[in-house]
Antibody
Framework: EVQLVESGGGLVQPGRSLRLSCVAS????????MNWVRQAPGKGLEWVSG????????GYADSVKGRFTISRDNAKNSLHLQMDSLRAEDTALYYC???????????????WGQGTLVTVSS | DIQMTQSPSSLSASVGDRITITCRAS??????LNWYQQKPGKAPRLLIF???TLQTGVPSRFSGSGSGTDFTLTIGSLHPEDFATYYC?????????FGPGTKVAIK
């Protein structure tokens, strides 16, 4: 059974940094691309970033480009999102999601974690 | 970015009803269209990918169709557990954008 467990969320002041992590199990992690998707309170889903199996292809939403960095450690079955220069509008539940293939583009997210909440407020 | 719209934004229906949700892309996305179900306090669940392919384990009362810019999700006969919010997503181009969602409520 695929399991994705996010951690690292919390309350942070505007302009500060936070690093999210996602530990994967139940599948061969380095066979699949991974995504981060967020959901602001009471709002819809927004794709944040994707990374291919080898980290060779990476993409970001315009809203986070230059501030967030996605990475993965295939030896540790883990996915990360380094979030710098956080803004109030980054407040959301952040989901880690597995893509259906080694590349994230063209693919749906077929398994999701339960999310970790990031609140950016002074 | 490709903009995704959904209609209706919400609907009320009864157990046993057949419902259809429409999703429209701002440009041709061929068949790179996915549907997700989300229940309150839960993570999204993939229902359908590539416009019409049912994800493993998803009941056959769910079906999807369409190509190009216009797509539909149909639930053939609503079950109590189907009351949720449904999102479409295009995965043809980056960023992979979601529709605003359709909330299906009990009448």
């Amino acid at each position: 059974e695929v399991q994705l467990v996010e951690s690292g969320g919390g309350l942070v002041q505007p302009g500060r940094s936070l690093r999210l992590s996602c530990v994967a199990s139940g599948f061969t992690f380095d066979d699949y691309a991974m995504n981060w998707v967020r959901q602001a309170p009471g709002k819809g889903l927004e794709w944040v970033s994707g990374i291919s199996w080898s980290s060779g292809t990476i993409g970001y939403a315009d809203s986070v480009k230059g501030r967030f960095t996605i990475s993965r450690d295939n030896a540790k079955n883990s996915l990360h999102l380094q979030m710098d220069s956080l803004r109030a509008e980054d407040t959301a539940l952040y989901y880690c999601a597995k893509a259906g293939s080694p590349e994230w583009l063209f693919e749906p997210s077929d398994s999701w974690g339960q999310g970790t909440l990031v609140t950016v407020s002074s | 970015d490709i903009q995704m719209t959904q209609s209706p934004s919400s609907l009320s229906a009864s157990v046993g009803d057949r419902i259809t949700i429409t999703c429209r892309a701002s440009q041709n996305i061929i068949n790179y269209l996915n549907w997700y179900q989300q229940k309150p306090g839960k993570a999204p669940r993939l229902l359908i990918f590539a416009s019409s392919t049912l994800q493993t384990g998803v009941p056959s009362r769910f079906s999807g169709s369409g190509s190009g810019t216009d797509f539909t999700l149909t639930i053939g006969s609503l079950h109590p557990e189907d009351f949720a919010t449904y999102y479409c997503q295009q995965s043809y181009n980056t960023p992979p954008t979601f529709g605003p969602g359709t909330k299906v409520a009990i009448k």
